[in-house]
C-alpha cells in the first residue's frame, strides 16, 4: 500500500483556533462517555430537568453531550454550574438559526448552568451575522477575539529527559488509567478532579446537595482515563511522602474517531493544574514537558493550548507562540444560571455592560433566521 501522506502543519490563526475548538469539543464529548440527551428530554421535563441528567450505578451527576436540532450547533453540559463543560460548540463556518441558539439557552435556563461559545473559523461578514443571531438568542460577547497558543513538535528533542532533570527529589510522575466498569485507580481520579477545582480557584458553591469540587471528583469517575495512545491521558505529579496529587496535567489527541473532524498530528494540553502548597517549584512546566513528550511518541506535529493570563509567559518562555483570531470571539450567558435574584440582577447588569461595550443594546428579532440572510 501506498504510505499515506503527511498532513501539513497549520500555520495561520484561523487553522489553529479551528482546530483547538474542534479538539476542545472532542474532549468534552469524551468526558460524557457516550451519555447523549435530546434538548427535548430536557425542556419537556416535569422537574428542573436534572433527572435525565443523573447516571451510572451510583447515580452521580456527570456530563451529557446535548444534540441541537441540526447538526451545526450543539452541547455539553454539567450537572453543575461551575463546570468547564457548560459549553456550546457551532461548526466553523456555519450561521445557527435563531431558534437553535434560543433552544440551548433555554436547557441552560432549565438546568440553570451559564452556556459559553466560542466562534472561530469566520470570516468578518459572515461573523456579524453570526454576532446578530447569538446576541438575539441571549448570548453576550465576552471578548473579540480567540487566543490560543501553539508549538511545532521537533522529532530530535527529548522532553522527558528535560522534565526528569527538573522534577524535584521526593516527587514522582505517573499515568492515571481508569475504566468506570472497574473503578481502577478511582481514588487518583477522585484526587485528579478536587485538585482541577482548588488550583483553578473555582467557586466551591454547593448546587443540589453537591459542591464545586465534589463534583470535580465525581465526574471524573465516569469516564476513561489512559490505556490508550489516542484519546485522553492524564498524568499526575505526587508528593512521596503525604502521597497528594501535587500537579496535573491533560493530554488530548483524537486519532481514534476521525468523525470529529480533527486531525491525527495535533494534540491539545489542557488542566495544567498545581496545588498552591506545591508551587513555585517548576511542576507545571515540568507536567508540560511530560504531556508534549507523550504527544511525540504518539506521532503528533504539533500541540495547541490556551494560556490564562498568568500561564502566558511560562508557555512563551518554553517556546510557545501565540496566535489570535480576532474574527470571532467568546460569547457567554450568566443571568441563566441562577433563580436568585440578587445574582440574577448582578448578572443581568454585567451582561448589559458587555452589550453596551460591544456594539450597543441592538438585538436581532427576525424570527425565521436562514443563511440566505
Not at 527529589?169 to 485507580?185: C, K, V, Y
Not at 471524573?220 to 498524568?235: D, K, P, S, W
Request: proline share 3%.
Amino acid at each position: 500500500p501506498h504510505p499515506r501522506a503527511e498532513l501539513p502543519l497549520l500555520a495561520s490563526a484561523r487553522e489553529l483556533s479551528v482546530e483547538f475548538g474542534r479538539i476542545k469539543k472532542a474532549y468534552y464529548m469524551h468526558q460524557t462517555a457516550g451519555r447523549a440527551i435530546s434538548t427535548s428530554s430536557i425542556l419537556e421535563s416535569q422537574d428542573d430537568g436534572y433527572s435525565p441528567l443523573t447516571s451510572n450505578r451510583n447515580g452521580e451527576k456527570a456530563v451529557r453531550y446535548v444534540a441541537g436540532r441540526t447538526n451545526e450547533i450543539s452541547a455539553v453540559v454539567s450537572a453543575h454550574p461551575v463546570a468547564f463543560t457548560n459549553e456550546v460548540f457551532l461548526d466553523p463556518g456555519s450561521i445557527p438559526s435563531l431558534d437553535d441558539a434560543r433552544s440551548l439557552i433555554n436547557v441552560s435556563t432549565k438546568l440553570r448552568v451559564p452556556a459559553r461559545i466560542a466562534i472561530r473559523g469566520y470570516d468578518s461578514s459572515t461573523a456579524k451575522k453570526v454576532h446578530a443571531v447569538l446576541t438575539a438568542a441571549g448570548f453576550v460577547q465576552l471578548m473579540k477575539s480567540v487566543q490560543v497558543m501553539f508549538m511545532n513538535l521537533e522529532p530530535s528533542s527529548t522532553c522527558v529527559d528535560i522534565a526528569k532533570e527538573r522534577l524535584p527529589s521526593g516527587f514522582e510522575i505517573q499515568e492515571i488509567t481508569h475504566r468506570p466498569a472497574d473503578g481502577s485507580h478511582s481514588m487518583a481520579v477522585e484526587q485528579l478532579g478536587r485538585l482541577i477545582a482548588t488550583s483553578y480557584k473555582m467557586p466551591d458553591i454547593e448546587r443540589r446537595g453537591i459542591s464545586t469540587s465534589d463534583f470535580y471528583s465525581q465526574a471524573y469517575q465516569t469516564f476513561n482515563h489512559g490505556g490508550e495512545a489516542g484519546g485522553l491521558r492524564h498524568f499526575a505529579c505526587f508528593h512521596l511522602e503525604s502521597g497528594e496529587m501535587a500537579s496535573c496535567v491533560a493530554l488530548f489527541c483524537n486519532k481514534n474517531d476521525t468523525a470529529t473532524g480533527t486531525r491525527t498530528n495535533a494534540a491539545a494540553i489542557f488542566n495544567v493544574c498545581t496545588s498552591a502548597k506545591y508551587r513555585r517549584k517548576g511542576l507545571a512546566e515540568t507536567m508540560t514537558l511530560v504531556a508534549m513528550e507523550e504527544a511525540k511518541n504518539i506521532g503528533c506535529k504539533q500541540i495547541i493550548l490556551e494560556a490564562s493570563k498568568e500561564g502566558k509567559p511560562l508557555y512563551e518562555g518554553m517556546g510557545f507562540v501565540s496566535m489570535a483570531e480576532d474574527t470571532g470571539g467568546m460569547y457567554v450567558s450568566l443571568s441563566c444560571s441562577t433563580v436568585n435574584f440578587k445574582w440574577r440582577l448582578l448578572f443581568r447588569v454585567f451582561e448589559l455592560c458587555l452589550r453596551l461595550k460591544h456594539g450597543g443594546l441592538q438585538y436581532y428579532y427576525q424570527a425565521n433566521y436562514s443563511k440566505e440572510t
